[in-house]
């Protein structure tokens, strides 16, 4: 089946430096990939729409000079959190899915930022 | 807004019992129901997702119920074991957009 690999699983960074998060997709092309944050015992909130060669669809309230997605290639999305603060600390999750199939859809295993 | 509702919150069930988690969604356009279970610090997995063209779905000890005139979907798990404990979302979408729409989830507790 479909599998979204996304790195690193876990990291931990200094206040006010960035933090790169990577997905892609290791059996499939996704011209769409989608981003997710997770608070403790929360549901997943949809942070933006990264779309392959065009600006990422950020949804309302996500700062996007702070949260830069990049989606330079069919299996590659980036998720970049710039000078970081102890706020954004939380679990990013991707989503990818191949082709226009929805039953496709799969995350990968996620990422815990930390930020001290 | 919150576009599909989940309940309960958390949920213990003795081992062996059956464990159900409801969903209810307003937008009529939503044309895909599948649940996700999630394992603390690891990212969401399928476990099962039903179309509205159907009423029931059974997959081994997974058994989604979809009533679509209430626009409401359940998940039933059948002989609960321990391995079962995890958080359960269900979510919703409607192609071709495939955002998918998440209910606040169901902290599911199996005891042995």
């Known amino acids: 089946g479909a599998v979204v690999s996304q790195h690193p699983s876990r990291v931990i960074c200094k206040s006010g430096t960035s933090v790169k998060i990577e997905c892609r997709s290791l059996?499939?092309?996704?011209?769409?990939m989608f981003w997710y944050r997770q608070f403790p015992k929360q549901s997943l909130m949809l942070m933006a729409t990264?779309?392959?060669?065009?600006?990422?669809?950020?949804e309302q309230g996500v700062e996007k000079d702070k949260f830069l997605i990049n989606h330079a290639s069919l299996t590659l999305s980036t998720l970049t959190v710039t000078s970081a603060h102890p706020e954004d600390s939380s679990f990013y999750i991707c989503?990818?899915?191949?082709?226009?199939?929805?039953?496709?859809?799969?995350f990968g295993s996620g990422t815990r930022l930390t930020v001290v | 807004q919150q576009q599909v509702k989940q309940s309960p919150q958390s949920l213990i069930v003795q081992k062996g019992g059956i464990s159900i988690i409801n969903c209810a969604y307003e937008?009529?356009?939503?044309?895909?129901f599948p649940w996700y279970q999630q394992f603390p610090g690891k990212g969401p997995a399928l476990l099962i997702a039903?179309?509205?063209?159907?009423s029931e779905k059974k997959e081994g000890r997974f058994t989604i119920s979809f009533n679509k005139s209430a626009k409401q979907f359940s998940l039933h798990i059948m002989d609960s074991q321990p391995g079962d404990s995890a958080t359960y979302f269900c979510?919703?979408?409607?192609?071709?957009?495939?955002?998918?729409?998440f209910g606040t989830g169901t902290s599911l507790t199996v005891i042995p």
């Open positions: 989503s990818a899915r191949p082709g226009a199939v929805v039953e496709g859809y799969t």
């Open positions: 059996d499939f092309q996704a011209t769409t």
């Open positions: 990264s779309n392959e060669g065009s600006k990422a669809t950020y």
């Open positions: 937008n009529t356009a939503f044309d895909y």
């Open positions: 039903i179309r509205p063209d159907v």
């Open positions: 979510a919703a979408t409607a192609h071709p957009g495939n955002q998918f729409y």
